[in-house]
């Protein structure tokens, strides 16, 4: 087996990893406190699978090169905050400075353009740390729309960003096959902060290092949206008859499917500007593909 396939770095290593440290934390905490701490296999994932791809390098002079270092800061906020049992307010609070933090330091953009980006990033942590731990509503959104920032960034030419980004998908994915279609674990605050900062950073990174358009990752944070409006609609079910309420199961699949709608028109929207750009390829630092 090659351990450096990109299938294997960005797809097979996160997934696994993510869900095999989930089950591990989950049976050796014991059915309370595992419960709490088994979605922190997901930044596990992240962290590990990012450092496969991209190493790590104590002096980073690139975006890329910084990826890890943010990673494993927001993985340490997460384990910091679910230690604490910090209120979901607080955790937003924590999660927007670290995004302040990030976006200061990777971008170099107009100030305009980075207040625009630092609000959207904002709405997005509020969407999925706004979301009930013990739901598969937060997963469902960052699963999906971390594939959309896959085809976005493989459309756009870049094969290291698409690997970045499905390596994200990948673990988020792992993690929740323990939260749908039965929550065994929940997806608290040492899971949802990691997660929401890498899918940002990478968003970022596909933003400043490919030609992509700024409504394409617009429209791919606009399916995070898609958890707030299954919950707003099942405020107004809790009133409708109790057979309604018992299909609240298949809540997450439509989160999922919400979320997809955003993304397709995302891809669609990618798809038809690079069929409409000059044929150029973009350059990838540290990507060595090996098929």
């Known amino acids: 087996m090659d351990f450096h396939h990109p299938l294997f770095r960005s797809l097979a290593l996160p997934l696994v990893l993510a869900f095999a440290a989930a089950g591990l934390l989950r049976g050796g905490l014991g059915p309370v406190h595992g419960r709490r701490w088994a979605s922190a296999g997901t930044g596990i994932a992240i962290v590990v699978a990012s450092v496969w791809l991209l190493g790590w390098d104590l002096w980073p002079r690139t975006l890329t090169e910084e990826l890890p270092w943010i990673y494993m800061a ?44 630092w609000l959207v990033g904002i709405a997005v942590i509020a969407a999925v740390l706004g979301q009930p731990p013990e739901s598969a509503h937060a997963s469902a959104s960052l699963v999906i729309a971390g594939l959309g920032l896959a085809v976005v960034a493989f459309v756009s ?51 400043l290092l490919s030609p992509v358009r700024p409504l394409v990752l617009l429209l791919l944070a606009c399916a995070f949206l898609s958890g707030p409006i299954v919950q707003w609609a099942g405020r107004w079910l809790r009133q409708a008859p109790p057979g309604v309420s018992r299909r609240k199961g298949l809540a997450a699949l439509i989160v999922a499917v919400l979320a997809a709608i955003w993304v397709t028109g995302a891809v669609a929207l990618a798809w038809h500007d690079d069929a409409k750009a000059p044929a150029s390829g973009l350059d990838d630092p540290y990507y060595t593909p090996r098929w």
């Open 157 to 207: 030419g870049s094969a290291l960003l698409f690997e970045l980004s499905l390596s994200i998908a990948a673990a988020v994915a792992g993690c929740a096959l323990w939260l749908w279609p039965v929550a065994r674990i929940a997806f608290g605050a040492c899971g949802a902060v990691v997660s929401v900062i890498a899918w940002l950073a990478v968003a970022e990174g596909v933003a």
């Open 74 to 117: 927001a993985a340490l906020l997460g384990l910091g905050l679910e230690a604490m049992r910090a209120a979901t307010r607080t955790t937003w609070l924590a999660t927007c400075v670290l995004w302040t933090l990030v976006l200061a330091g990777l971008s170099d953009q107009p100030l305009a353009v980075q207040a625009a980006t």
